[in-house]
Nanobody
Framework: QVQLVESGGGSVQSGGSLRLSCVASGDTYSGYCMGWFRQAPGNAREKVASIGRSGSTSYADSVKGRFTISRDNAKNTLYLQMNSLKPEDAAMYYC????????????????WGQGTQVTVSS
């Protein structure tokens, strides 16, 4: 199985940018589909973006054109570049891994990091 550790969260003003990172260890990272999820207090966990083993990507409508997911298999690292941040993007962000498919919701991703907090002030 794979272990995941996120970093890169912080506090920014509306319109600012952050880049989140997630380092994987313990198993062959390139064999996993990876995703970024977020959860704000009182809200359900939301899938933000995912990237398959071949590099195919998918985004939530709310972040299309602003966020970019990428992976560096040589570094066992997943990234989420977040631009034009809005107050509604504020949440705890988690990276997650799934062995076979990226298309499901959070319940289909068995491996999770501890999360990194993103705060966006207006």
């Amino acid at each position: 199985q794979v272990q995941l550790v996120e970093s890169g969260g912080g506090s920014v003003q509306s319109g600012g940018s952050l880049r989140l990172s997630c380092v994987a260890s313990g198993d062959t990272y390139s064999g996993y589909c990876m995703g970024w999820f977020r959860q704000a207090p009182g809200n359900a966990r939301e899938k933000v973006a995912s990237i398959g083993r071949s590099g195919s990507t998918s985004y939530a409508d709310s972040v299309k054109g602003r966020f970019t997911i990428s992976r560096d298999n040589a570094k066992n690292t997943l990234y989420l570049q977040m631009n034009s941040l809005k107050p509604e993007d504020a949440a705890m962000y988690y990276c997650a891994a799934a062995r076979w498919t990226c298309s499901g919701d959070w319940s289909t991703f068995p491996y999770w990091g501890q999360g990194t907090q993103v705060t966006v002030s207006s």
